[in-house]
Nanobody
């Protein structure tokens, strides 16, 4: 069983920055693909970014490319999402997810095995 706990959400003005953290339990964290998804009110959960176990490859949704950066610290069992130049349309609940048997399809929510409880990000205009 893997537990994921997100933190770092909050209220920020447009153009501002936030850094989300996701702390994971489990002894094989470094082998997991980790991802961030987000869900805005009345919308489906959407892929934001993913990173493979070694941290060598990262993936981003087009809507956040160039503004968000995903990273991980395997020694701390933690994955981060640095969000810069935030826009009101980034407002959502952000979820951390872990994929224990890594496939190449990192943007599909259904392939992730474990999820955090979510953290609210609100960007005011």
């Amino acid at each position: 069983q893997v537990q994921l706990v997100e933190s770092g959400g909050g209220l920020v003005q447009a153009g501002g920055s936030l850094r989300l953290s996701c702390a994971a339990s489990g002894r094989t964290f470094s082998s997991y693909a980790m991802a961030w998804f987000r869900q805005a009110p009345e919308k489906e959960r959407a892929f934001v970014s993913a990173i493979i176990g070694s941290g060598g490859s990262t993936y981003y949704a087009d809507s956040v490319k160039g503004r968000f950066t995903i990273s991980r610290d395997n020694a701390k069992n933690t994955v981060y999402l640095q969000m810069n130049s935030l826009k009101p349309e980034d407002t959502a609940v952000y979820y951390c997810a872990a994929m224990t048997s890594v496939s190449g399809i990192l943007h599909r929510a259904g392939l992730y095995d474990y999820w955090g409880q979510g953290t609210q990000v609100t960007v005011s205009s």
